[in-house]
């Protein structure tokens, strides 16, 4: 691995647990204004000093994070369907590795849909980035993507979709933990880290999420939906900040938890823009 390469996954994943918690605000690209993310500037500003990585598309970047900020980005440049489609793998490249590079981007990403109508494209569109990511010193994040089918969540899925895409030279793969997760980890050479997926019942369910991709030996995690849709986000970041570099439990990141919410962390609704 180049220079260059090795500089931003060491932004990415720091020492000294090598890990890294990524905050994921990209949902826009195909679902609009989300719930808790419709103004999204006020949404990531109090959350971008507690995260290691950001990941989010140019429009986002350039609208609403100033060029001050120290968080790695990465930047998702796949896209060009909605969710007002049925089948949600018609994914293009939509933004360029040369955009990417001026934008100082630590990482790109883009999903790919194994066994979708359009799987071909998607790895296809994954093999191509790779090439650009080499020539730019840029890691690609392979996300494998299951559009509407929530149910597709399983090891043997997994494994097979996130082996394929670290075969075709993604850097890092995204993937959504699962009953049986080390068998997906431990078929894939690159480092794994770990989608939030829709809003969970409860704190704890989040932070065993985390606790158990990360004990099966994922990287850290690349969550959404479960930190800021939650009533108290900073608060979240900080226990899951716990759990994937200080090795702490389940028990310790509620106890952080409710010790922040206890100091009086503001809810988002109350966080003003930057
Ligand atoms: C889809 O919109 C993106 O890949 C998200 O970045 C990914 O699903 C992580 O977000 P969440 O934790 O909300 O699933």
Redesign the pocket.
């Given at each position: 691995m180049d220079w260059g390469m090795r500089n931003r996954m060491g932004r990415m994943f720091r020492a000294p647990s090598g890990n890294s918690v990524m905050l994921?605000v990209?949902?826009g690209?195909?679902?609009g204004p989300t719930r808790k993310l419709e103004n999204i500037r006020a949404t990531v500003a109090p959350l971008l000093p507690h995260a290691d990585v950001v990941?989010l598309t140019r429009g986002v970047l350039r609208a609403c994070v100033p060029p001050e900020s120290t968080t790695p980005i990465l930047l998702r440049v796949s896209g060009g369907v909605t969710v007002l489609q049925e089948d949600l793998s018609d994914e293009a490249i939509t933004t360029s590795m040369h955009d990417a590079a001026r934008l100082n981007v630590s990482a790109v990403a883009l999903?790919v849909f194994v066994g979708a109508p359009h799987e071909h494209q998607s790895l296809v569109n994954l093999s191509k980035l790779v090439d650009d990511g080499e020539d730019a010193g840029i890691p690609v994040m392979a996300?494998t993507?299951v559009g509407k089918e929530l149910e597709k969540r399983d090891a043997r899925y997994l494994a097979l979709a996130c082996r394929v895409s670290a075969e075709i030279g993604a850097h890092i793969v995204?993937t959504y933990y699962c009953d049986g997760f080390s068998k997906v980890v431990e078929g894939c050479p690159v480092p794994i880290v770990v989608?939030?997926?829709?809003k969970l019942d409860s704190d704890r369910a989040v932070l065993e999420l985390a606790h158990g991709a990360v004990a099966a030996g994922a990287r850290g995690l690349?969550?959404?939906?479960?930190i800021w849709q939650s009533e108290h986000p900073v608060p979240m970041l900080k226990a899951l900040r716990a759990i994937v570099h200080d090795k702490a439990t389940v028990r310790d990141g509620l106890d952080i938890l409710e010790g922040e919410k206890a100091r009086g962390a503001r809810p988002l609704a109350a966080a003003s823009p930057a």
């Open positions: 994921a990209d949902h690209y195909f679902m990941g999903s996300i993507a995204k989608a939030g997926g829709p690349d969550m959404g939906r479960n």
